[in-house]
Structure formats: structure tokens, C-alpha cells
């Protein structure tokens, strides 16, 4: 076509047309192949988003009065879990206001979340072992589970893992097809109340196909924020490069909590223990009203361990959380280039978006609200493939009856006047059903 020639309606048409039939073609397709992975992702996040609060409702000997008085010293930590399990080494300790302390505890030669061990439930101003939980190599508790599931659909993580990454990918192009598959081509009382409102007295494929196209656009931006989210966990060129548009053409700094100490004259200045709490002091003192923290002890079978502290200001929210590494020997803060060891307040609109990604993608970026609308979402988000599919299986087969029913031997010769139809919405709507 020459520049500045105006196109006639009939190539526009055809070319719109094409368009259509291409998106509808990706939107089936890609459906129908990255069905059970959606489901199975879907379902296990809208579990996992009320897994704190659900397991406080199930463990009400963890809840503890909130107390105008210091919680226990990480050294203190370590002399009751000593007395305990004296062959055991601690690995890290968990706590937020209102709930017990989490210690959790390993053999010496084990590394890692997966390599099984025990969780002390201390009350954090007293010290009393309220609940323990013993856990094998390899054993999962409930959400633990649910997790796996959400993260690698428990199969073998390099494979399970790349399949929930890229079939997040692939729901991010679904929502946008079906977004552009729902958008009527003319605005009329019956196309509203075709995209908005559900026909709950309808045939069973009539209520079917309003589930999957209404509900599917009422939570659109939400399931669009969740997996966008998400991938940031799992696809490193996407992450990377959301930061890099996100800051202004910066590079993603490299994660990197397990740092390593400077020094390594072994109690020269401080034992392990008086650093540590020296260390908490110090963050304590920084963050006097946080209301959560969790905290690494050091292997003492490394002289390069370091000791690595992270606060967290507001109760349920992870955005405004910050990170504190010490060099276990003398005390002096090892300086972290991450987006995780700046205060909120101090990153640029990058680092700030990257601190809120895990509540975004969660919904506690809104509060409890948001959680709530995170687990509707999702959970819509799981229904979308089964209502889709029989959305195409009611239509495949549908066609296959009706032209057997309709072949020259079976269907008399009987002459019948064609219906005329009064609008084109009208002969859409006959054709999908």
C-alpha cells in the first residue's frame, strides 16, 4: 500500500478479522496446553496467601500477649536450645509481635530448609517451650506442601520449577487475549449485560461461559498483578529487566545474605555469642517498635560466617523490611549492595517496587483487604481453566453432534425459510451456543 492511501473498509475489515481469528487460535490453544499448570498454581496460592493467619487459628497455644518488655537475646536463645538438643546447631530464628519465637535447629552436618530438623515455639519473654516440632530429611508440613505445589507442582525442582515460570508467562498472554476476545465490538444494552452480569437462571453453558468471561475480567488486573509478580521469583532475563525499566537502566544488584566476615581472628574481640547479641543490640536500637524479625545465627564451623539480621517494621507486610549483615569478629557492618538492605524510604522507585514485589504478589501490600481480594482472584484464576474447557468441549462436540444429525440420508427434504436475523450481536450470540 503507497503512503497516505486511504484503506478501504473491506481490507480494514479482513485485517481485523485475522487478528481476531489469530487471538482466539492463541487463546484456545495455549488454554487447553497450560490448563492443569494454572489450576494447580492457582489453587495453591489462594491456600497459601492465609497461611499465617490460618496457622495461628490452628495453633492458639503460639499466640503471646504482647508484653512492654525485651524479648529474649539471641544468646539466651542458644543456651535453651542447648540444654534441649545439645548435638544440635541452630540455623536461624523467626518471630512477630503477638507469637511465639521460631527457633529452628539442625544436625551440624545438614544445610538448608530441606534437610529436615526441629522447630522450637518459645514464648519470647519467658523462654517456655510451648510446642516442638520434629521434622525428617525430606518431610513437609501442610503448607510447606501447598508450597511445593505452588512453586515446582512437586515434581523434581529443575523440572517442576522452569514449568511453573513459563506457564505463568503463558496466563499473562492468556488474560490478555481473553481481554481482547471479551471487549464487544459495539456497546449496546445486551452486549453490557453479556460482558458484566451473570445469567444465573441461563442454561448450564450459558452460566458456564458468564463465569469464565465476567469473573475473568472483574479479577483480570488482579491475576495480571499476582503473575507478573511472581515471575520476578523464577524468570531471571524478566526480573532482571523489570528492575532495569523500573530504575531507569540500572543494573539488579546481586542478592547476596550469606556474606562473608573480613576478619577472621576467632574471638579476638568478641565469642560468638556476645557478638551476636551485640549485633542485635545494635539493629534493636535502630528499629525499637518493629514488630518482627528473623535472624541467622552463624556456622561456628566457618570462621568466614557472618551474622545476618532482617527487621520488619509493620506486622504481616514485607515491603519496609531491612537488612542488616555483620562480620561475626569485630562487629563491623559488611556493606550489601541488594535491593533488600536499604530502607524502604531510601530506595529509588526500582528498589521500592522490588521490596513490595512478595506483597504484591500476595495481596498484603492492601492489608488484610488485599489478602482477601488476592485469594478471590486466585482462586477465580483456578476455576478459569475448567470453565474454558468446557466451554470448548461443549462447542467441539456440540458441532460434531448437530452434523451428524444433520447428514443428506438421515434429514428429510423439507423445505424451511431462513430466519433473518435482526442484528450481528444476535448472530454471535447464536453462534456460541
Known sequence: MMAGAKQTPGKKSAKDSRFTRINKWLHLWLGLASGIIVLIVCLTGCIWVFNEEITGLLEPETKIERQDKPVLKPSQLQHIAAGLYPDKVIGYAQYQQGRTINLVLRNPEETGRRGGGITLKLNPYTGELLKKE????GETDFFRFILNGHRFLWLPFEIGRPVVNYGTLVFVVLLITGMIWWYPKKWSKSTVDKSFKI????????????LHNVLGFYSLLFLLAIALS?????????????YWVTSGGEKLPEYNRRMQSDSLALNKFYTAEQAMDLAWNKVINNHPKSEGFYYVYPDLSKATSAIDITVYPTA??????????????????LKREDVYSKSYASSDFGGKLRKMNYDIHVGSILGFPGKVL?????????????????????RKFKKKKVAKLAAPSEVPDVKVKPRVLRSKQEAESIHQF
Request: net charge positive.
Open 374 to 394: 488476592a485469594f478471590l482472584a486466585t482462586l477465580i484464576g483456578g476455576t478459569l481453566p475448567v470453565t474454558g474447557f468446557l466451554i470448548w468441549y461443549g
Open 199 to 210: 445469567k444465573w437462571g441461563a442454561s448450564f453453558k450459558r452460566v458456564n461461559l458468564d
Open 230 to 242: 511472581g515471575m520476578v521469583y523464577g524468570i531471571q532475563w524478566y526480573s532482571e529487566g523489570v
Open 134 to 137: 520434629v521434622r525428617q530429611k
Open 316 to 333: 504481616g507486610q514485607f515491603y519496609n523490611s531491612q537488612g542488616y549483615t555483620f562480620d561475626r569478629h569485630t562487629l563491623a557492618p
